[in-house]
């Protein structure tokens, strides 16, 4: 049976061919949307528009019904009115189908006559072997086989984040955040009302998949907690799994159940469930991504224990009030690290994590301090703050002396002055890549200018860079948890 | 004494002549980043470098001394060493000089010889009458004089949110980002080290400003509470001010004592005092920008009641349990407008606060709704969730089109599809904007797509357009417990 689903899932993530039941030219319609978002990307598959009122389709030849296609098809996307999907799924069967993702609306969540429409649905793809993915969802990616059935393209690099999502909207938003940061995505699922297949059963098949290296739920309720908590401690003990229980709130929780019709249950039992099952649980979907995407591209510390380094004395009191909130500790400097930065910092530096390096701009002082700080062993994971972003304040400044009437500095001095800077910030962005990969512990850098997360490359690997102190606290803070959960109860 | 400071902080702030001590052409150096933002915007007032080795400065001639100076100088702005200072002020004294700013570090903040250099100058100041900034700061920018001496320049659109920072760097970083959303500043001091200037002295100054709207305040610490108090006090009534005490952990608050110098003092005597003297106060920079962004530019709510619509029920669910953390209370729907809402809405729609309209995408639908729900007597603000950022979705669709063989596509059909959704967007922010105007409440937007704040310039004002649920109901928090404690408390 297990196998059974991997099968028809693999024909859902990676298919060869897939038919768009609905496909249509309307600008605006679901069935535009979504084959233009296939056809937009690389999909190296066949597709076949569906639609019994047209010859041709963008360009494709379109058949009047699924029955009608002259080739094998391993993926049916439906985006016709909820009445139709039932003789939808028939022609399936006939067809030979066994994997469909069902876009269309108007079922549970619509009333008793959608729910009593939506149990004959699950009927038909019983009786017929057919696995479907929602109705009533918003869609799904596969960036390693460079397709997506969703309303507006996204693209992503295929990379190592998975996404199940019990909401759309923050699902397409959550794909565009993935998608504009370069974060790298392997699949992502919208499970709409999870008539057949459920979110652990998803989860299950991704914590299978040696491409997915972090997975990020969006959980609005779980039918069946127990089948749900047991993956859920498999797949954590392989890789890193961060969720939000959305409805934590009275009035949250009331809209969770007009809205998908589930039962939200009560947050508290949610939440001793994922801290049990090893689920790293973060309050916000903008947090959501930050942590997954964080456990995609970081080890995680073995422990909560802290060193910072700052170039302005602000940033760093501000980063240790949030240490505090999230459970991170700052130990004292050792002796040992003080008599080694001694010979490097101007005699007043403060001796203290966190360590201020007093506005110097030097990034070999940076790296220095930094490794030092990842050597000692009384700490899992570093925060540099300020050793990148300035380059955003040299254009600025360059811009100013654009303007000055003596015109001073010649177009090469200025170019020059901005080239410096760029390859200090890359020369401080390997050295992070380097130490980290040296170290094992994740050395997340915080920028002056930047808006939100961004990931560096460099020739040593890819750094994170984030542009306040909280997010980084914040990520350190979660990924340290699950470092602990790891010890406790061990890796796979 | 008190129109003896003003006069002297007006010639600090809308300076008709300033002379920078220690200009040069040196990139890089402070002397040459102050300089040149004050010469890179568009200071109306005369500029005279003061260098004893150079005749010419970035075009301008150079003063081997303050005194040199052939014409009346209103503003002294030091970048120059530590052990220029006493000298420099009595030139200052002999050229009738009563204002300067001192950037020069190398006082209080390195040990007992820069303490004692410090109370120096401070007896030199006050010996011939100068009042002074600093120590130690990173400097000040006054906009509606265009007027910047910072080390970078910033050139933000003159406006109403005041800043006022004891730390440099998140000074800088909240002056960038001001700058870059198109805010609108009036007034930025950095502090440094408050040898003779202290934060609630410019609170106060700031305070009488008609132009200033809103103050924001990053805070370390505080040696005269009674007087900071008192002057909130009388400010608060008359205007929103929003701090973040920072270094409010035990680590934090260490660190915050080697920087600055200052005592911390306990973090809960502090929020007491904030509390009472209506300081909406914040726990990191990010929210300190955020809130006090959305205080100059929104009417603070009278209630904590608010009323939510949504384009999709996840969004919904998240904002509400973000109230119920924020203190934010959703009445349930009243019969009257559930009727309203019954003629325009699907018939399965959730008829609850949030308002899910099921992703209906007519702006004169979104408008009906926010129309109704602004008009309900029992909350006194709206969250509209959703209802813009979807240009960008389209954008992407319309570059996923491009890619297709058929072409189907014009090239008028896709932009002129593009434009649709820009003006149906124009027409919601617009329809926000009056609706806020005439309900006298704050109409807050979240779109899909933005990356943090953005102000949206409409024909009936702007709109206040952010990036996350959660941010829209911290400022929203924030807002109405100054509009209680303006309640409790009476205006000025």
């Keep these: 049976m297990k196998q059974h689903y991997d099968v028809r899932l693999d024909k859902m993530f990676f298919p ?7 496909a249509s030219e309307v600008p605006a319609k679901w069935g535009n949307l979504i084959l233009t978002s296939i056809l937009g990307w690389s999909f190296p598959g066949t597709v076949f528009p569906v639609n019994p009122k047209k010859d041709m389709i963008l360009g494709l030849p379109a058949y009047p019904s699924l029955r009608d296609i002259p080739a094998e098809v391993d993926l049916a996307v439906f985006a016709v009115p909820a009445q139709l999907i039932p003789e939808g799924l028939r022609d399936c069967a006939a067809k030979g189908i066994k994997a469909a993702v069902i876009i269309s609306s108007g079922f ?16 038909v793809a019983r009786e017929h072997g057919i696995l479907f993915m929602g109705p009533n969802t918003m869609g799904i990616v596969s960036a390693h086989a460079f397709f997506e059935a969703i309303p507006t393209p996204t693209g992503p690099e295929p990379g190592g984040l998975a996404v199940i999502s ?10 565009k955040w993935i998608s504009h940061r370069n974060i790298g995505l392997s699949i992502y699922a919208g499970t709409g009302n999870e008539t057949m297949l459920k979110a652990h059963e998803i989860l299950k098949y991704l914590g299978a998949r040696d491409e997915v ?17 047991t993956v859920a401690a498999e797949v954590t003990r392989k890789k890193p799994v961060v969720a ?29 469930m994922f801290s049990q099952s090893g689920i790293i649980q973060v309050s916000t979907p903008t947090r959501l991504l930050l942590v997954s995407a964080a ?17 302005g004395g602000g940033w760093g009191i501000v980063a240790a009030d949030e240490c505090e909130d999230a459970g991170l500790v700052l130990p004292p400097l050792p002796d040992g690290i003080v008599e080694e930065l001694d010979a490097i910092l101007p005699a007043y530096w403060n001796r203290r994590n966190p360590v201020d390096v007093v506005g110097e701009g030097d990034p070999n002082l940076y790296l220095t301090v930094i490794e030092a700080l990842a050597r000692w062993e009384e700490v899992d994971s570093v925060i540099a703050l300020g050793v990148v972003g ?31 800077q760029i390859q200090a910030e890359e020369l401080t962005l390997s050295g992070i890549a380097r130490i980290q990969k040296e170290s094992g512990k994740p050395i997340v850098a915080v920028a002056l200018t930047a808006g939100g997360l961004s990931l560096a490359d460099t020739s040593h690997g890819k750094v994170f860079v984030l542009s306040t102190p909280e997010d980084a606290v914040s990520i350190l803070g979660h990924l340290s948890w699950y470092g602990r959960y790891l010890k406790e109860n061990g890796p796979a």
């Design 16 to 22: 060869r061919s897939v038919a768009v039941v609905g």
């Design 213 to 229: 290296k972090a997975i990020a739920m969006y959980i609005e309720g779980i039918d069946d907690g127990r089948a749900f908590s």
């Design 295 to 311: 456990a995609t591209h970081l080890p995680a510390p073995r422990s909560n224990r802290v060193a910072i380094m700052t170039i």
């Design 166 to 175: 019990q909401s759309g909207n923050i699902g397409l938003q959550i794909l």
């Design 244 to 272: 939000i229980k959305s409805g934590r709130s009275q009035a949250g929780s009331k809209a969770a159940q007009s809205h998908t019709g589930s039962m939200a249950g009560s947050f508290a039992v949610y939440s001793a």
């Design 108 to 123: 549970r969540e619509i009333g008793a006559e959608g729910a009593k429409l939506e149990e004959e649905i699950a009927a």
């Design 390 to 420: 300035r380059s955003r304040y040299v254009e600025d400044f360059i811009a100013a002396q654009e303007k000055l009437d003596g015109k001073l500095y010649t177009r090469e001095l200025k170019l020059s002055i901005l080239k410096a």
